[in-house]
Nanobody
């Protein structure tokens, strides 16, 4: 069992930055791929970014490439999402998730555990 708790969301003006954190419980954190998804009101949950268990591979949704950076610290059981040059369309609840899948972890069905999410609001 893995429990995930996100933090770092908030209200920011367009062009600003936020750093999200996701703290995981358990001693097996380093064996999971970790991902960030987001869900805006009235929309489906969408993939944002993921990082392999070792940190050696990362994946990004096209609209966030060059603006967002995912990283992890396995010693601290934490994954981060640095978000720069934020846009109003980035407004959503951001959710952290853990995956044991052998497949590239870019879809919701490849994830085993989910956090509750943290709200990110970008004003224009």
């Amino acid at each position: 069992q893995v429990q995930l708790v996100e933090s770092g969301g908030g209200l920011v003006q367009a062009g600003g930055s936020l750093r999200l954190s996701c703290a995981a419980s358990g001693r097996t954190f380093s064996s999971y791929h970790m991902g960030w998804f987001r869900q805006a009101p009235g929309k489906e949950r969408e993939f944002v970014s993921a990082i392999s268990w070792s940190g050696g591979n990362t994946w990004y949704e096209d609209s966030v490439k060059g603006r967002f950076t995912i990283s992890r610290d396995n010693a601290k059981n934490t994954v981060y999402l640095q978000m720069n040059s934020l846009k109003p369309e980035d407004t959503a609840v951001y959710v952290c998730a853990a995956s044991k899948s052998a497949l590239i972890p870019t879809t919701t069905n490849r994830y085993n555990y989910w956090g509750q999410g943290t709200q990110v609001t970008v004003s224009s």
